[in-house]
């Protein structure tokens, strides 16, 4: 069974940073793809970022875009969101997602992802 914890989320203000933190314990992390959703106060949960195996692929949301940068460690088995310039709608509850191999399925969607961490509050204060 795979185990996602997340880490890093907290109390910023606007315009400041925040780095997120998920460790994913697999010893073959190398073979999942990753992303981060988010989910607002009253507010579906939704996508913001993936990244394929090798890092070299990623997608955003396009208010991220420019914002957030996602990365991945695989020796660490670990994936990072970067988050500058935070803004107060993007105050949520955010969660690392990964699936074995995405095939044809969609890197954007919920239904992609076999695995989720249990999320950690970021807080936006204007």
């Known amino acids: 069974q795979v185990q996602m914890v997340e880490s890093g989320g907290g109390l910023v203000q606007a315009g400041g940073s925040l780095r997120l933190s998920c460790v994913v314990s697999?010893?073959?992390?190398?073979?999942?793809?990753l992303a981060w959703f988010r989910q607002a106060p009253g507010k579906e949960r939704e996508f913001v970022a993936a990244?394929?195996?090798?890092?070299?692929?990623?997608l955003y949301v396009d208010s991220v875009k420019g914002r957030f940068a996602n990365s991945r460690e695989n020796v660490k088995t670990s994936v990072y969101l970067q988050m500058n310039n935070l803004k107060s709608e993007d105050k949520a509850v955010y969660y690392c997602?990964?699936?074995?191999?995405?095939?044809?399925?969609?890197?954007?969607?919920?239904?992609?992802?076999?695995?989720w961490g249990q999320g950690t509050q970021v807080t936006v204060a204007s």
């Open positions: 990244i394929d195996p090798f890092g070299r692929k990623t």
């Open positions: 997602a990964a699936v074995y191999g995405l095939g044809d399925r969609k890197p954007d969607s919920e239904e992609s992802y076999s695995y």
């Open positions: 697999t010893r073959t992390f190398f073979n999942y793809d």
